[in-house]
């Protein structure tokens, strides 16, 4: 539970962070408050909330066989990603489970790997 707690109050002190970069510019006068805009300070330093890894016993064995199948078919990763109509970014985010894929984007790389995903639910 504490690291819990930790987690988000490292996400809020990030987004206070972010935060701080913007300005809020009211235009058309003083009757006008409306015309409210928040626009990026112009040296703001840049601050990006990291993405949390998926840890789930499942999903990182899952991104494990298909980085095995990858290398076992020869395949770089940007050749997978050309044909997979991705990045290579984002196919070395999910190999390390770092990025969440959709179901379509499995299909595809399973597709070109030309492997099948089975899931069973147990008790």
């Not at 409306?34 to 112009?42: D, E, T, W």
């Amino acid at each position: 539970m504490r690291s819990d707690n930790r987690n988000i109050d490292r996400e809020k002190h990030l987004q206070e962070k972010i935060d701080e970069q913007y300005v809020t510019v009211v235009t058309g006068g003083p009757t006008k408050y409306h015309n409210r805009q928040k626009r990026r300070k112009v040296f703001a330093e840049l601050v990006s909330l990291p993405a949390p890894e998926l840890n789930a016993p499942w999903f990182t064995d899952l991104c494990g066989q298909l980085r095995s199948v990858r290398i076992s078919r020869g395949m770089t990763q940007r050749n997978l990603a050309h044909d997979a109509q991705t990045t290579q970014s984002l196919i070395c985010q999910i190999e390390n489970h770092k990025a969440n894929p959709t179901a379509e984007m499995l299909e595809r790389i399973c597709q070109i790997l030309k492997v099948k995903i089975s899931f069973s639910i147990t008790d």
